[in-house]
């Protein structure tokens, strides 16, 4: 299958990710340079869904074309049907319910929204109401489709905004042919979210003892969720090579090296792209994007 040829067999965009096993290692710096760089040539749709803190927004200015809640379902105790039977702190395997005495209550930053609770319950007392926990915003800046989802301060869980973030992607942008999904950091809960139903996920790292240590938690991760990856190196120059040596042991594409430079920090720092100023990072991201695509001629249609 020819990467042309993704859109029209999958209805859907070419799903790339860009993760990583920790945070501070260059995650929006190649999102936002290689969503720019696809939008100079056709439309692109880049997704925050760093939901604890997206910075996507802060390269971009863009007109904001739509603007939604991000709710989260938690059920509401209704005393007057109530029978406390007991059966609801049973069922929760969050601990979100307790029974004590003759009240229910409900701690809502502990729900997982799993409607254990609504539905076995006998009488019905615990129907799910929505609770805000955030804002969904959708910005153009000409080719460019820029999606975040941000918590609001004190939520804590990432997983229901980022689900509803690609669900409304999916639905809006079926026909743009390439996506890209700037992830959470680490490998827990939002990351596997963020990344599961990925066509392919790079994996960006910097060359240092602590960027081996977590790039390799992050290649377990991808390796159990059975998605095609590859590794860029950020801040090329400033460690060793184990990190290189690890991926040549490993049989894991290095797509590229993106060099150690005062420059790329100033620009980054300002909020300025960095592939317009380096003519060498111009070219990786093409060669970034053509590996990327070239594995959906070797996945099944």
Known sequence: MKPSDWLMINQQPFKIAIASG????????????L???IAEQEDVVLVDLDVEEPNSGLFFEGKLV????NLKMIPQWDESLCTLCGLCPKVCNFHAIMQLGPTILVFPELCHSCYACAELCPVNALPMTPKV?????DYQVDKLHFVESRLNIGEEQAVASIAKTKKYVAGKYAEVRIALFDSPPGTSCPVIEATKDADFVILITEPTPFGLHDLTLAVETMRKL?????VVVNRDGIGNDEVLRYCKAENIPVLARIPNSRKIAELYSAGKLIYPEFPEIRESLGHILDYCLSTAERSPA
């Open 226 to 230: 059975e998605k095609p990856f590859g």
């Open 35 to 37: 969503a720019a760089y």
């Open 22 to 33: 920790k945070g501070g290692t260059g995650k929006t710096t190649l999102s936002v340079n």
């Open 66 to 69: 739509h603007e939604e809640d």
């Open 133 to 137: 926990i955030g804002k969904l915003r």
